[in-house]
């Protein structure tokens, strides 16, 4: 056989395949490792071998560039910016083909040789535009669209024509596109999802795959995932069931894990699970993409998830991260705690929230000039995210002040529907509500819990829009010389009251922090920076340093370790502003250094799978992170 004509053979099977590369001065030969097979393919070649004769390719065989994280099979980010590499296609020689890849798409910044070699010439007009100038244009482009959702499906047509322009893009302009990229853009696509659903970005799996979701995910292209994102759609941001038009959140979450956290996209999957959905104007549009049925649930639906976690444990491994996200609390509770035992798993509303408001409350210390353990908190709303954030700041005061949960728990009051949550309530409370019951008279309303808890902290996670009123405010005010406000409810129209009537209502006193972007407020002279209490703070860094490190488990403790890391990262300038978080243009030096605090925590804790542990985990965290920057061509 050729031997061009054994590279062709050895590429046509990628990107399905496991590459183990090994020289000698003799020969050198791919070992592929699919389903039941091994095959050698030599330079003069393929051999079909018994995979029982054979010594097992292990982890520790496997090129890495990422000091254990997914497989760089390509060698396009172990190699330097400058050192050239090889854009395999489905067909190397097509540059047809090569021009609707968008992992090695260039557009127009292919250069003359790269034309000539890779048979471009005639496809592309003659000009040579370098990265740098296509962001610039694109970016022009982008804002002279009137709405974000325009300026959303821009982005997302750029995703699926150039990968790397589009996380150049993203990463440039965080700060000006994370609204666009995710809340609370995201939102609205997910409204309009059947309307303007273009092409799969990632998988669909629903009641009709039953007994076939194995198959299903080996469907999906890529081999080597790291981190899946999954969805069941019943509770999308505030806007509710959306079904499964739910898809945009694990698209626009993991879009973030790459620019943000660099973790690289292939490495990515966006998953949504399709069990029907209960909003009937969905069930009655014609253009809605799901199931049209009423949810499954029971057993019907706890079986269905729970072949979905055995199948992504089978097809990807034990170290392959799965964050639940948008979850109903009735579901969100239960599979968070089924599976943290026996899986990587994260809920990004239950933790990656809790996690992030923790660290802006420990960021917050400096400006109200006392521990959080002297503070007391109130919140609006007792769902997942709000038990979520009250459980963390319970374990980082029980840390600090070396108690028991249980009596930190005391410091931290919750209101829901109902009212203040006591213990004369307690019989009818869901279970994860019941730790918060403190003895209390009963309190109908948020305007009354404040006047009888008269809290310094005053959180919101309720998704009530304009919840906080001038009322709440003022008494907040009234008993605080700096009343801590986080108005964290998203998108902007639930948010529990505006950045300008938070500094307005309490006279420029208040320390505040949204869900939701919000404008710098001007009040009598001084303008206030608004910072989001943003998820994406969090999970994108998390998720490399669990990448990282080849941890297994999802420990508490390495949410506190992400919320202190991003705490010191906010600067003497930022609290002048008013800010408790550090700004989003420098988020890739942030999520490295929570990567390197998670890492860090899981070797402590022993859930560790990638050894040695490396010296400098920071540097190994920044060296690890997918560059978009283009690759010159071979």
Partial sequence: ???????????????????????????????????????????????????????KVTNSDLKSSVNGGVVDVYGEDSATIEHNITPWSLAVSSGYSLLRDPRYNKGLAFTEKERDTHYLRGLLPPVVLDQKLQEKRLMNNIRQYQFPLQKYMALTELQERNER?????????????????????????????????????????????????????????????????????????GLGDLGCQGMGIPVGKLALYSALGGVRPSACLPVTIDVGTNNEKLLNDEFYIGLRQKRATGQEYSELLHEFMSAVKQNYGENVLVQFEDFANHNAFKLLAKY???????????????????????SAQKLTNSPLAEHTFLFLGAGEAGTGIAELIALYISKQMNASVEESRKKIWLVDSKGLIVNSRKDSLQDFKKPWAHEHEPVKDLLGAIKAINPTVLIGSAGIGRAFTKEVIEAMSSTNERPLIMALSNPTTQSECTAEEAYTWSKGRAIFASGSPFDPVEYEGNVFVT????????????????????????????????????????????????????????????????????????????????????????????????????????
């Avoid at 020289?23 to 071998?49: D, Q």
């Avoid at 899986?343 to 992030?356: E, K, M, P, R």
């Avoid at 700004?583 to 070797?603: E, G, L, M, P, Q």
Wanted: glycine content about 6%; charged content about 20%; proline content about 5%.
């Fill in 1 to 55: 056989m050729h031997p061009q004509a054994s590279i062709w053979i050895f590429h046509s099977l990628l990107p399905s395949i496991t590459i183990f590369f090994k020289k000698s001065r003799e020969s050198f030969f791919f070992v592929i490792r699919e389903k039941n097979y091994l095959l050698f393919v030599f330079v003069f070649g393929i051999v079909f071998i018994d995979p029982f004769k054979m010594e």
């Fill in 531 to 634: 910072t989001q209490a943003n998820n994406a703070y969090i999970f994108p860094g998390l998720g490399l340093g669990l990448v990282i490190s080849g941890a297994i488990r999802v420990h508490d403790d390495m949410l506190l370790a992400a919320a202190e890391a991003l705490a010191r990262q906010v600067s003497k300038e930022n609290y002048e502003k008013g800010m408790i978080y550090p700004s989003f243009s420098s988020i890739r030096k942030i999520s490295a250094h929570i990567a390197a605090n998670v890492a860090t925590k899981a070797y402590e804790l022993g859930l560790a799978g990638r050894l040695p542990r490396p010296k400098d985990i920071v540097k190994c965290a920044e060296s690890s992170m997918y560059s978009p920057t283009y690759r010159l061509y071979r």
């Fill in 340 to 362: 943290r035992d026996s899986h990587l798993v994260f809920n990004d509303d239950i933790q990656g929230t809790a996690s992030v408001v923790l660290a802006g409350l420990v």
């Fill in 165 to 237: 322009l589009f996380y150049k893009l993203l990463i440039d302009n965080v700060e000006e596109l994370l609204p666009i990229v995710y809340t609370p853009t995201v939102g609205e696509a997910c409204q309009k999802f059947g309307s303007i659903f273009r092409r799969p970005q990632g998988l669909f799996i629903s009641l009709k795959d039953k007994g076939k979701i194995l198959d299903v995910l080996k469907n999906w292209p890529e081999r080597n995932i790291q981190v899946i994102v999954v969805t069941d759609g019943e509770r999308i941001l």
